[in-house]
């Protein structure tokens, strides 16, 4: 039961709803694997690391680097379970996935906000992991 003076952090902060509808917008090739998620934002927001992981692959900076701002444009104005979703499925995705060897110098192409997540989580996961 909440007091009466339970603080709500949430109560502006933009949903997983209106954050994959945004993405979507701006990224139309992901709308059909997201939508397939059924609003799981953990699968959802591994969906988009993988075109994210796609783009690198293929040498795209350009498309990089737009995965990258439109997470950056969003992270002060997320949902604290939307925030955990970028770092457990988005960063993981990116720290496990087939790009792993290209990570520091993805990292660097990071912006700011993104790269100090992505950082925080990989240190993490490093002290989970022991590597």
């Known amino acids: 039961m909440k007091s009466e003076n339970w ?10 709803e209106t954050f994959f509808i945004l ?9 059909e694997e997201i ?3 059924d609003g799981n934002i953990h699968s959802q ?9 796609a783009r690198i692959k293929k040498g795209s900076k350009v498309e990089m680097t737009r995965c990258f701002a439109f ?3 969003k992270i002060d104005l997320l949902h604290t ?5 970028i770092k457990v499925s988005y960063c993981e995705s990116l720290i496990l996935g087939e790009i792993g060897d290209l990570i520091p110098v ?7 906000k993104l790269q100090a997540m992505f950082e925080e989580y990989q240190d993490s996961y490093r002290g989970i992991t022991n590597q």
């Open 35 to 37: 939508l397939e998620e």
């Open 106 to 112: 993805i990292a660097k192409r990071m912006p700011k």
């Open 23 to 31: 993405l979507t917008t701006e990224f139309p090739e992901t709308r």
């Open 71 to 73: 997470i950056e444009s």
């Open 45 to 53: 927001m591994e969906v988009f690391a993988e075109y994210t992981t």
């Open 81 to 85: 379970d939307l925030e955990e979703a």
């Open 7 to 16: 603080i709500d952090i949430n109560h502006d902060r933009m949903s997983g």
